[in-house]
Nanobody, 120 residues
Framework: QVQLVESGGGLVQAGDSLRLSCAASGRSSSSYVMGWFRQAPGKEREFVAAAGRTTAYADSVKDRFTISRDVAKNMVYLQMNSLKPEDTAVYYC????????????????WGQGTQVTVSS
């Protein structure tokens, strides 16, 4: 079992930055691929970024968002810069053992989510 707890969401203005954190606990959590997904009202959950031995990003956030992980602290971060109103969503941290990083069904564990709201 892996437990995930996100934090760091909030209300910001367009162009601002925000850093989300995800605290992972549980057995062998460091061996999992860690991903960030988001879900806006009325929309399906979508892939944002993932980190294993390398990193991957959705095209919509590439060059603005950066995922990183501190294995020693069992933490995963999502640095979000140049935020846009369309980034408004609930952001979820996820863990899984998968090679299909952008597929949400491939992840076994999920956090409760943290709200990010970007005003124009």
């Amino acid at each position: 079992q892996v437990q995930l707890v996100e934090s760091g969401g909030g209300l910001v203005q367009a162009g601002d930055s925000l850093r989300l954190s995800c605290a992972a606990s549980g057995r062998s959590s460091s061996s999992y691929v860690m991903g960030w997904f988001r879900q806006a009202p009325g929309k399906e959950r979508e892939f944002v970024a993932a980190a294993g031995r390398t990193t991957a990003y959705a095209d919509s956030v590439k060059d603005r968002f950066t995922i990183s992980r501190d294995v020693a602290k069992n933490m995963v971060y999502l640095q979000m810069n140049s935020l846009k109103p369309e980034d408004t969503a609930v952001y979820y941290c996820a863990a899984g053992r998968t090679s299909r990083w952008s597929v949400s069904d491939e992840y076994n564990y999920w956090g409760q989510g943290t709200q990010v709201t970007v005003s124009s």
